[in-house]
């Protein structure tokens, strides 16, 4: 999340204008992020946009922002009640969110999509998204970690209640045990974070998202980046395989 402006154009739908800051590469960086629950993907998506100064747009953080909204439709509570179950919320009703905010995909430091898509449908959506608005993604990158590794480290996740930090009670631990670093806000744990919501988390993950691996593969658009050992390491794997791509094609294709 570099900007809370841009922050607030994807959370709160309408895009709010601003001055375009240098970016510190050839030119902007367009990813999705893929990997189960658990992979460390909040990490690695928090240091790759300070790094690429790239947008930060989870379809999480939209469900966890309505959840404290004191205005939700109808269509948005039940999202959120499939959210706490730890289920998918429909294609519909999160390629809706999506196309609302397509404006946040053009953005001039790029974007990062996090959560988005996860389903064979909203990847179709997003393909004729991009499409409409002129803007060719650049891969996927998918975190891979086997499954014992992935169930050793949800159970320490904390986010904060402010900001959507995202912090681990024994690899990264805020200063202050409870406390976020950057806002002072509380930490908690996820409601999908939970045991139980985690399994189903699992189960729905390699039914629905796992199909994706193969549709960027097939599309020449994956990036296989293991997750293993720690976030500097993994960090360093993903931002080289980015620079990769970036290599292949330094004029990135969006229309003016
Ligand atoms: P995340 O923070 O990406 O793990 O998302 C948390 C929860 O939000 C998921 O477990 C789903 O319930 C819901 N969600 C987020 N993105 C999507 C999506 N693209 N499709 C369906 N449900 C989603």
Redo the contacts with the bound molecule.
């Keep these: 999340m570099n900007d809370s402006t841009e922050r607030q154009g994807w959370l709160q739908g309408p895009h709010v204008a601003r001055e375009p800051e240098p970016l510190p590469y050839q030119r902007a960086v367009r990813f999705v992020l893929l990997g189960p629950?658990g992979v460390g993907k909040g990490t690695q998506a928090e240091r790759i946009v300070r790094e690429f100064r790239a947008c930060h747009l989870?379809?999480?953080?939209?469900?966890?922002a309505a959840k404290c909204a004191e205005h939700v439709s109808p269509a948005m509570r039940a999202a959120v009640a499939?959210?706490q179950r730890?289920?998918?919320?429909?294609?519909e009703i999160?390629i809706d969110l999506v196309r609302e905010r397509s404006s946040c995909l053009r953005c001039h430091g790029g974007f990062l999509l996090?959560?988005?898509?996860?389903?064979i449908l909203?990847a179709r959506a997003l393909d004729a998204i991009l499409q409409d608005l002129g803007v060719e993604l650049d891969a996927a990158l998918a975190f891979e970690l086997p499954i014992d590794e992935v169930i050793e480290r949800l159970g320490g996740r904390r986010t904060c209640s402010g900001c959507a930090a995202v912090f681990h009670v024994v690899s990264r631990p805020p200063l202050r045990e409870g406390i976020c670093d950057h806002c002072r806000s509380t930490l908690f744990q996820r409601d999908?974070d939970r045991e139980e919501t985690i399994r189903v988390?699992m189960r729905?993950y390699e039914e629905s998202t796992g199909p994706l691996i193969d549709y960027f593969a097939r599309a020449g658009k994956l990036e296989l980046v293991s997750a293993s050992g720690d976030p500097d390491m993994v960090f360093e794997r993903g931002k080289s395989a980015i620079l990769g791509r970036l290599a292949l094609t330094p004029q990135a294709s969006v229309v003016a």
């Design positions: 629950p989870s379809t999480g953080d939209l469900f966890r499939c959210m730890g289920e998918l919320v429909s294609d999160v996090d959560g988005f898509p996860r389903t909203q999908d988390r729905v």
